[in-house]
């Protein structure tokens, strides 16, 4: 496998080149937060600040902030575009910023651990090297911890691809996995209006189903 990209750690950068690396990802997401009060309320505006803010805090994730957006009124659309480009924002950080990143406290620990056993990482996932964009893709779309922004960068990186095409995978991944809690969670929402017992019989069926897959998934991984 041909390595195409991999930041150096201890790349020195100019001072006013730092910066740009550091706030642009930052200003882009205030862009888009500012851009929703165009399409929004000024009080939801507010709880969608919130929730993107929350989706940082772990062990929050896009299975629990859309639902919870959406319950609160926030459109479906406007739940998956906000998380997917946090995803995409968060990959183009640490892209810019990989140095930075491993002096970052516990992040920086673990982006190493992740790193040092990045070889085994893709021995166990051969469909990572050989789907290559979409197999990045596919890591970002699994509904666990770790899949997102910064482990696909990373993932990326191990299997060689470019920075464009790392961004790319990302944008792929997490907008068919926010589509599909979005659409999920606003038809169960419906149909908890239309027939609340239906809808609760519903959600809980898909929330032991999504549990159970998880469950197995771990358990693989593990044996």
């Known amino acids: 496998m041909e390595r195409t990209f991999f930041p150096a750690g201890d790349q020195e950068y100019s001072l006013i ?81 990989f140095g930075l990143a491993l002096r970052i406290p516990v992040l920086g620990p673990w982006i190493s651990r992740f790193l040092a056993s990045g070889a085994e990482f893709i021995e166990k996932r051969p469909w990572l090297s050989r789907w290559r964009v979409l197999g990045v893709a596919f890591f970002v779309w699994l509904p666990l911890q770790g899949t997102g922004g910064v482990g696909a960068a990373l993932v990326g990186m191990i299997a060689g691809l470019t920075p464009v095409r790392i961004l790319l995978a990302i944008a792929l991944g997490a907008t068919a996995e926010c589509l599909m809690f979005a659409l999920g969670s606003e038809l169960i929402w419906r149909l908890i209006l239309t027939n609340f017992y239906l809808g609760l019989g519903v959600a809980v069926v898909v929330v032991g189903i999504g549990a159970l897959a998880v469950f197995l998934y771990r358990h693989r991984i593990r044996g």
């Not at 937060?33 to 772990?58: H, K």
Request: aromatic share 14%.
């Open 17 to 97: 080149s730092t910066i740009i690396r550091l706030i642009l990802p930052v200003l882009l997401a205030f862009s888009f937060f500012f851009a929703c009060f165009l399409v929004l309320p000024y009080d939801s505006c507010l709880i969608l600040g919130g929730l993107m803010i929350l989706y940082y805090i772990p062990p929050a994730g896009k299975e629990s902030i859309i639902p919870l957006g959406i319950a609160l009124g926030i459109p479906w659309w406007l739940m998956a575009t906000s998380l997917a480009l946090l995803d995409v924002l968060t990959g183009l950080f640490m892209i810019l910023n």
